[in-house]
């Protein structure tokens, strides 16, 4: 938009009405202003699939494999694949802004939302976002890069003041954000937590170095709910408070602009910033960018099946995979995630996908006709029950599958009443005089024996079962955390006994109370079998049969946003059940389906391992192409997994009197593996294909000048009998440098495809930016000048070649 054209907008508005439209109209959109043609922009939460402005499982999303996963691809064109998937998910659904990516690092491995961060290294996750950024953009639909800055746990993280240095700042936590830049963001979402004492909604880093050294000329938004106060954020570089319709702006800014506290012309450059948005995604006007329309059904699911299966890491092979069908009679199966898997994340990034396919049915649609497929579940997790669904309840009205949704009125009358297919209402539509959500449904249950029923929410509530009180309580809101309050509160569950398998009826009931949302959660499940009779039919099935493929992971009470895991081993008997799987049939598979990190005591146990993360909605299908040999597993893990917990180097996330110290400095992730020379379970950047390679020659020029780049090349042979994909990864080292440097630091990688036998140049492009660091007292980029040294190899720990290289002064 020309600069003309934008000051006439300006000058056309009020003082007001520029302050009115830095607050939103809604939880999802900005407020219209007719007089300038200016009409409300959609947002809707990313990164896993755009959700859209309600939480209704009637409408379903595409579901994308978690970022996690995204980040072991280490290939930016599927990536950026993937993003002009999420802009045609939200052209589809009417979206304007899509509120992804996530540029968090994976500081910790107990971070809560490590899932929806791609990496815990700071090139790695700018690559990636930057490629999600431009597929996203694409299209028409602005990307946000989130949560600014360094908010990268989640204890107390509506109020944390993370403690970091500026040098670390720069050249680790900020340079994800600054690649976002680079690749023409149009949003940066401003975190919860403070930095060195300030609040992130008015901190000097959105000046500095966001809007003015690196040129963001785009729109700072709040994490929703985030801004707490009027006149330090006023005057800040922060643009836009979400979600509206109130916030502490408004008739507080106008009096703060009134009385000098905030200047006009700080208004107004907010507002420039908004109108420009809306420019770009076509929001003010007549003009609207080309957006592709969503792609057929077949094409979507054929990209998600693709990118699943090419971010998932085989960890380890001892020959067993490719498993050959024709060589099978039958497979055992085994597992709770087999059949119910974790295909994404919890928190503010879930959506409703319209199908997902299991493990189980994906290796039972390819085995078919080959050999047959036997099912043990094991033990159960041992985990609060999961909100109802359509498999064993009906509608107590209709009889539909589903359930029966009420808002009543304060003397228990109905206001309203609809059929919804899920016990997990976050979002029910509320009406005038509602006091009390209602869920009920018929449970069918398929045996006798004592179930356990849950409901969520605060306030007062209540569960009966056939007219029987069997839960009634006072639950009082203590959080402000809205991933909490709106999304994943608490479930309170009790045990009943059910003598027959006749229907009962489950009604759930809590009370609307101001200031503790509306979510409301019914919960339920079935008797399980003991521990050891489920062990020993898993054992048997296993036994007999001609291999086992095992599949662990975590839960949604264990990785989730709104809080911290308080440890990487796996829920429940599962380390027991692999081992015990293993011991039965020495051709064993074992998968795991977890976001991030886990404790895998039995992995030198089975015949191979596999990492297929949060995989999406088309998980099963994927892993089915790898376990025999359609694909191979392209993954490479983006972070640094230990074998214990007691042997990671950075895990603290919980603050000491409000302030978390980003102590360890530079030294995250591999970095801080190196620093203590401990040795993990698996480094960053590994992960082994059906075939295998050998490195033949490297390249790199003997000098370079301080300020450019340089090129590696690697001549490598694909020594396997199938073709493959290699990832080269170049790393970089400064022995006798001056100022403190990690052991070795990542730089670069490519990847390369060759056919068996054949032979193939990875060229590496190392950015001038992986020569510089960060001088606090110059306070600008420095590039010492002397020698480096380059290695090249497969993984941090796993290097191939090195050589000396000299940078020369510019």
Sequence with gaps: ??????????????????????????????????????????????????????????????LLPSATALGALW?????????????????????????????NLHRSPLGGRHFECFSEDPELAGRTGAAMIRGIQSQGVAATAKHYVANDSETDRLTVDVRVSERVLREVYLAPFE???????????AGYNAVNGVTMTANELLAEPLKGEWGFDGVVVTDWAALRSTEEPGRAALDLAMPGPESPWGRSLIRAVRDGAVREEDVDEKVRRLLTLADRVGALGSRRPPRTPATGSRDTRALLRRAAAAGSVLLRNTGVLPLDPSELSSVAVIGVHAAAPRTQGGGSAGVFPSDEVTPLSGIRTRLRGHARVVYAAGPALEVPPAPLTTDWCSNPRSGA???????????????????????????????????????????????????????????????????????????????????????????????????????????ARRELVPGSGRATVVAAAPPVPGVAESLAAAVEAARGADAAIVVVGTSAHSESEGYDRTGLSLDGHQDALVRAVAAANPRTVAVVNSGGPVELPWRDEVAALLLTWFPGQEGGGALADVLFGLVEPGGRLPTTWAASLADAPVTRTSPSRGRLEYAEGLHIGHRAWLRTGREPAYWFGHGLGYTTWEYEAVDVPPDVTAGDGFTVRVRMRNTGRRPGREVVQVYLARPGSAVERPVRWFAGYAAVHAEAGRTVTAEVEVPARALRHWGEDERRWCTEAGPYRVTVGRSAGDLRWERKIMVDRA
């Design 401 to 507: 599958l589903g359930v029966l949704l009420r808002l009543l009125d304060e003397h228990g009358g109905e206001l309203s009443a609809e059929h919804r297919f899920s016990g997990r209402q976050l979002e029910p539509d509320l009406v005038p005089g509602a006091r009390t959500v209602e869920i009920s449904a018929l449970i069918r249950p398929p045996g006798t024996g004592e179930w356990t029923f849950g409901i969520g929410g605060f306030g007062r509530m209540s569960l009966t079962v056939d007219g029987r009180t069997v839960l009634e309580g006072e639950y009082p809101c203590t959080t402000h955390d809205p991933a909490v309050v709106h999304v994943n509160p608490p479930v309170h569950s009790t045990r009943v006994l059910l003598r027959s398998k006749q229907p009962v009826h489950l009604v």
């Design 75 to 103: 290939d930016t064109d599927i990536v950026e694949e993937l993003g002009g998937l999420l802009a045609a998910e939200a052209a589809r659904k009417g979206v304007d802004v899509v509120l992804a990516p996530t540029l």
């Design 179 to 189: 690649a976002a830049v680079e690749a023409g963001v149009w949003l940066v979402m």
């Design 1 to 62: 938009m020309p600069d003309e054209t934008l000051e006439q907008l300006l000058a056309e508005l009020s003082l007001a009405q520029k302050i009115s439209l830095l607050t939103g109209a809604t939880t999802w959109r900005t407020r219209e202003e007719p007089a300038i043609g200016l009409r409300a922009m959609v947002a809707s939460d990313g990164p896993a699939g755009v959700r859209g402005e309600a939480w209704d499982e009637r409408r379903a999303s595409a």
